[in-house]
C-alpha cells in the first residue's frame, strides 16, 4: 500500500473503522492502489454517506415533523 493511501486513510476515521470491520479490503489495497476508489464507495454506500442518503434522510425527517404536528391538530 502506498504512503499516499495509508494517510488518505488514517486521516478519515470512518476510513479506518470501515477497513477494520472488512479486513479483506487490507489485501486489496496492498496490491494495487487503484481500488481505493471501490474502497471509498462501498465505504460511504455501508454507512450511508452518499448525497442521496443525505437527501432521503433530511425527507424522512420532514415527514416525520409532518406526522407529529398533523397528530396534534
Known amino acids: 500500500m502506498s ?7 488514517k486521516s478519515n476515521p470512518n476510513y479506518i473503522k470501515f477497513l477494520r470491520e472488512n479486513s479483506h479490503w ?10 481505493f476508489k471501490q474502497f471509498e464507495n462501498e465505504m460511504k454506500t455501508t454507512y450511508k454517506l452518499r448525497p442521496t442518503d443525505r437527501i432521503n434522510k433530511v425527507i424522512d425527517t420532514f415527514d416525520m415533523i409532518q406526522t407529529i404536528l398533523s397528530s396534534f391538530k
Request: positive net charge; charged residues 30%.
Open 3 to 9: 504512503i499516499s493511501t495509508q494517510f488518505k486513510i
Open 26 to 35: 487490507y489485501k486489496f489495497l496492498n496490491r494495487d492502489d487503484n481500488y
